[in-house]
């Protein structure tokens, strides 16, 4: 269930990439240069909100933060109630694609 809009979580994001550019002292070309995220990208970035996943990835490696994205988002690991459970789960095939709808 989501508690926030995209725009909200867009909002976000590029206010806490843009903080944590500034708290480095880094102007946008400094941020550009150091990522090699083309200037017009970055600048579409903290205006719209616009930016492709590889670009956000390379701003992220410079400014911080892109270890604790990725630990986000590790798939949760199985907690087991009773014995049952693990016997229910080992009876289940191993899925190595997504269902279709």
């Given at each position: 269930m989501l508690f926030i809009s995209f725009s909200k979580v867009q909002k976000k994001l590029i206010d806490n990439i843009r903080e944590r550019r500034?708290?480095?002292n880094l102007t946008?070309?400094?941020?550009?240069?150091?990522?090699g995220v083309p200037l017009p990208t970055?600048?579409?970035f903290e205006q719209k909100g616009l930016i492709s996943?590889?670009?956000?990835?390379?701003l992220l490696s410079v400014v911080g933060g892109l270890e604790e994205m990725v630990d986000v988002?590790?798939?949760?690991?199985?907690s087991f109630k009773s014995i049952d459970d693990v016997?229910?789960?080992?009876?289940k095939?191993?899925?190595k694609?997504?269902?279709?709808?």
């Open positions: 500034l708290q480095m946008q070309e400094g941020l550009a240069e150091r990522s970055l600048r579409k996943l590889d670009s956000f990835l390379k988002l590790k798939p949760k690991e199985q016997l229910k789960s080992e009876e095939p191993i899925k694609r997504g269902s279709r709808k």
